[in-house]
């Protein structure tokens, strides 16, 4: 499956099969860090990468989402979204709750 046919606008294409097995975490990490709110990377991998996942759940939290798009014996893509905290976060004044703090 080449890149073309995945590709959507908006979306960041990040190939860990090119990557030497010894830096890629670090360069998915990094590459995450350097998304924005909203934007999302187009993740190929050669194997479905359960134990990188729990990292970047442990590292990011809620701010990542994950999609698979394929699941090959030799072929995984998944969409890995990056959310807004601000969206996560609830307002606590929101609902007539209050922290304590207000007049």
Same mark, same amino acid.
């Given at each position: 499956?080449? $890149?073309? /046919?995945? &590709?959507? @606008?908006? %979306?960041?294409? =990040?190939? !860990?099969?090119? %990557?030497? +097995?010894? =830096? +890629? #975490? @670090? @360069?998915? =990490?990094? @590459?995450?860090?350097?998304? $924005?709110?909203?934007?999302?990377?187009?993740?190929?991998?050669? $194997?479905? *990468?359960? *134990? &990188?996942? !729990?990292?970047? +759940?442990? +590292?990011?939290?809620?701010?990542? /989402?994950?999609?698979?798009?394929?699941?090959?014996?030799?072929?995984? %893509?998944?969409?890995?979204? %990056? /959310?807004?905290? !601000?969206?996560? /976060?609830?307002?606590? #004044?929101?609902?007539?709750?209050?922290?304590?703090?207000?007049?």
């Amino acid at each position: 499956m080449s $890149h073309d /046919t995945l &590709l959507d @606008a908006g %979306v960041h294409c =990040f190939d !860990a099969r090119g %990557v030497a +097995r010894r =830096f +890629r #975490h @670090a @360069a998915i =990490f990094g @590459a995450l860090e350097a998304l $924005h709110p909203g934007e999302t990377m187009r993740f190929f991998n050669d $194997h479905n *990468p359960l *134990p &990188l996942i !729990a990292q970047l +759940r442990d +590292r990011f939290g809620d701010r990542l /989402t994950f999609s698979y798009r394929k699941t090959d014996p030799d072929l995984t %893509v998944i969409d890995i979204g %990056v /959310t807004d905290p !601000a969206a996560t /976060t609830q307002d606590k #004044h929101a609902n007539g709750g209050c922290c304590g703090s207000c007049g």
